[in-house]
């Protein structure tokens, strides 16, 4: 009786396990949409801030550099930081990650809204803008790697988290279309003429007046942009529901593992997960792609305004470039559970290449540039899915390696944040600074020939160069798909044998 007893309530918690790891569409929409306002918020400033800074708030492009450097350098900082501490957050009724989410949005907002305000005072403009920009990057990180965290705390099953991160990165992908028409549009509507070239007009004098309605646009677009931003926030946090432990196994009872282990120290913490081989090549393979990715984000917008000369088109060039980007992640989704993740990676960045170098060898042509921004947008979309699909890989495979560690996949994610804002704020800062040592005029009709140069290497040739040295780190990334349905089997017959273990001394401890 004792074993029919047992196999029985075996077969029942299996039952229920395989119920709860199951994740309905409603939730794995609710879980996407939280993904919308860091890539609406981040699209917009990557491809507007840098404009406006020089165009709108007037400041000259070595200050520029140094906010757009300053406010990415702490963003970066702050990922590990917030990574730990969420690591080491006591699990609440609604969870360990969501409070986190909900608490930082509110602040994030007010920050965001007032990073697109130009102060009535000269003097300590540099600091307004570095203040609210790196406070805005702290809140949003609150919101960032808790999120991303979640991933894990979806379910066990690797389908279903696979399943939901491609949701997440269409949705994320629609965002960013979401924020290049709001921002774009919007400011696009109150663009204000050009000056005179460089040659009728001296460098220093370049300051001028902006319009009132162009600074009116950023804002109500900022506006805009925050209300969406609450809105995501407000149907995650009530479409997910965060499950607890790393196992999932809270049925009836069952202990986690993570509620009795003492959490590690915040170095000991970093040696465990940069110490992880695939993970640090795989983070080193996406700080170079994500760099050169960051550097034609960054400029691509001056790119087409000052050296295409499409100063009244370069906000629906973006957008061509993000929706097409859009459309192509089911077939990205659909290639990577073909042919391989990594095979992927090499596929999709290599697309990319031949039309940035045709975007800057062809002679100015609209008609054309909107083409070869289509046809690049479908590259791009390799760069939104595929890094966050292969990072479960990698915590998979850790904890196959180590199965008695656990309680790391905020510092998983965190870190892995951290190497791509750090790219981005190198180069948000290096270009900007380039431009500033290549003669750049503020609202100028017409740029030097120099600083022509320098947009064309920015948005060609540096991040082609930095595409190849990432492919070719990948070459010894260790994890194929061989090794990944090998993690998985593993997984789960760990998971199978701890609810049998779990199952058999709950059910003898209640008899006796």
């Given at each position: 009786c004792l074993v029919y007893s047992v196999t029985l309530r075996c077969a029942v918690v299996t039952g229920e396990h395989e119920h709860r790891n199951r994740l309905s569409v409603c939730n794995k929409i609710c879980?996407?949409?939280?993904?919308?306002?860091?890539?609406?918020?981040?699209?917009?400033?990557?491809f507007f801030l840098q404009l406006y800074l020089l165009d709108v708030a007037q400041l000259d492009p070595f200050y520029a550099s140094i906010i757009l450097f300053v406010g990415r350098a702490w963003d970066a900082v702050t990922d590990p930081t917030v990574g730990f501490l969420?690591?080491?957050?006591?699990?609440?009724?609604?969870?360990?990650?969501?409070?986190?989410?909900?608490?930082?949005?509110?602040?994030?907002?007010?920050?965001?809204f007032l990073i697109w305000y130009v102060p009535p005072f000269e003097t300590g403009k540099v600091i307004w803008y570095i203040f609210f920009y790196c406070l805005f990057q702290s809140l949003q990180t609150c919101f960032h790697v808790p999120y991303s965290a979640?991933?894990?705390?979806?379910?066990?099953?690797?389908?279903?988290?696979?399943?939901?991160?491609?949701?997440r990165m269409t949705v994320e992908v629609l965002g960013t279309v979401l924020g290049t028409a709001i921002q774009g549009q919007i400011v696009g509507m109150a663009n204000a003429p050009c000056l005179p070239g460089p040659g009728e007009i001296k460098r220093s004098n370049a300051k001028h007046f902006v319009?009132?309605?162009?600074?009116?646009?950023?804002?109500?677009?900022?506006?805009?942009?925050?209300?969406i931003y609450i809105l995501c926030a407000g149907v995650l946090f009530c479409g997910v529901k965060e499950q607890k432990g790393e196992t999932l196994y809270?049925?009836?009872?069952?202990?986690?593992?993570?509620?009795?282990?003492?959490?590690?120290?915040?170095?000991?913490?970093i040696r465990l997960v940069m110490g992880h081989g695939p993970y640090a090549k795989l983070v080193v393979v996406f700080l170079f792609t994500s760099l050169g990715f960051m550097l034609l984000e960054g400029n691509f917008a001056l790119f087409c305004s000052s050296t295409l000369g499409f100063r009244n088109?370069?906000?629906?060039?973006?957008?061509?470039?993000?929706?097409?980007?859009?459309?192509?992640?089911?077939?990205?989704?659909?290639?990577?559970?073909?042919?391989?993740k990594k095979t992927a990676v090499y596929v999709g960045s290599c697309?990319?290449?031949?039309?940035?170098?045709?975007?800057?060898?062809i002679k100015s042509n609209l008609?054309?540039?909107?083409?070869?921004?289509?046809?690049?947008?479908?590259?791009?979309?390799?760069?939104?899915?595929?890094?966050?699909?292969?990072?479960?890989?990698?915590?998979?495979?850790?904890?196959?390696?180590?199965?008695?560690?656990?309680?790391?996949?905020?510092?998983?994610?965190?870190?892995?944040?951290?190497?791509?804002?750090?790219?981005?704020?190198?180069?948000?800062?290096?270009?900007?600074?380039?431009?500033?040592?290549?003669?750049?005029?503020?609202?100028?009709?017409?740029?030097?020939?120099?600083?022509?140069?320098?947009?064309?290497?920015?948005?060609?040739?540096?991040?082609?160069?930095?595409?190849?040295?990432?492919?070719?780190?990948?070459?010894?990334?260790?994890?194929?798909?061989?090794?990944?349905?090998?993690?998985?089997?593993?997984?789960?017959?760990?998971?199978?044998?701890?609810?049998?273990?779990?199952?058999?001394?709950?059910?003898?401890?209640?008899?006796i």
């Amino acid at each position: 009786c004792l074993v029919y007893s047992v196999t029985l309530r075996c077969a029942v918690v299996t039952g229920e396990h395989e119920h709860r790891n199951r994740l309905s569409v409603c939730n794995k929409i609710c879980y996407a949409i939280g993904g919308a306002p860091y890539q609406i918020t981040g699209c917009a400033l990557g491809f507007f801030l840098q404009l406006y800074l020089l165009d709108v708030a007037q400041l000259d492009p070595f200050y520029a550099s140094i906010i757009l450097f300053v406010g990415r350098a702490w963003d970066a900082v702050t990922d590990p930081t917030v990574g730990f501490l969420v690591s080491r957050s006591p699990w609440t009724r609604i969870g360990r990650m969501l409070p986190w989410i909900l608490i930082s949005t509110p602040l994030a907002v007010l920050s965001y809204f007032l990073i697109w305000y130009v102060p009535p005072f000269e003097t300590g403009k540099v600091i307004w803008y570095i203040f609210f920009y790196c406070l805005f990057q702290s809140l949003q990180t609150c919101f960032h790697v808790p999120y991303s965290a979640l991933t894990m705390f979806l379910s066990s099953e690797q389908a279903e988290r696979d399943s939901a991160t491609a949701y997440r990165m269409t949705v994320e992908v629609l965002g960013t279309v979401l924020g290049t028409a709001i921002q774009g549009q919007i400011v696009g509507m109150a663009n204000a003429p050009c000056l005179p070239g460089p040659g009728e007009i001296k460098r220093s004098n370049a300051k001028h007046f902006v319009a009132p309605s162009q600074k009116a646009a950023y804002m109500i677009a900022s506006g805009v942009i925050c209300l969406i931003y609450i809105l995501c926030a407000g149907v995650l946090f009530c479409g997910v529901k965060e499950q607890k432990g790393e196992t999932l196994y809270l049925l009836n009872g069952f202990k986690s593992t993570t509620d009795t282990q003492t959490p590690h120290a915040f170095f000991q913490g970093i040696r465990l997960v940069m110490g992880h081989g695939p993970y640090a090549k795989l983070v080193v393979v996406f700080l170079f792609t994500s760099l050169g990715f960051m550097l034609l984000e960054g400029n691509f917008a001056l790119f087409c305004s000052s050296t295409l000369g499409f100063r009244n088109d370069f906000q629906n060039i973006l957008l061509v470039i993000m929706l097409s980007a859009t459309l192509a992640i089911p077939f990205w989704q659909w290639f990577l559970t073909r042919f391989g993740k990594k095979t992927a990676v090499y596929v999709g960045s290599c697309s990319v290449v031949p039309f940035l170098i045709m975007v800057v060898c062809i002679k100015s042509n609209l008609y054309v540039t909107y083409v070869v921004s289509f046809v690049a947008g479908i590259g791009v979309a390799s760069a939104f899915l595929l890094p966050w699909s292969m990072l479960p890989d990698v915590l998979d495979d850790f904890k196959v390696q180590n199965p008695e560690s656990t309680g790391h996949e905020a510092l998983f994610y965190s870190f892995y944040v951290f190497f791509t804002k750090f790219a981005s704020g190198v180069s948000l800062g290096v270009s900007t600074l380039s431009l500033d040592f290549a003669g750049y005029i503020s609202r100028g009709c017409s740029q030097p020939k120099e600083v022509d140069l320098t947009l064309k290497l920015l948005v060609s040739a540096a991040p082609i160069a930095f595409m190849l040295i990432g492919l070719a780190i990948l070459y010894s990334y260790p994890i194929d798909e061989k090794r990944r349905q090998y993690n998985n089997k593993m997984l789960q017959e760990m998971r199978d044998s701890e609810a049998d273990s779990e199952s058999e001394t709950t059910e003898i401890s209640n008899m006796i």
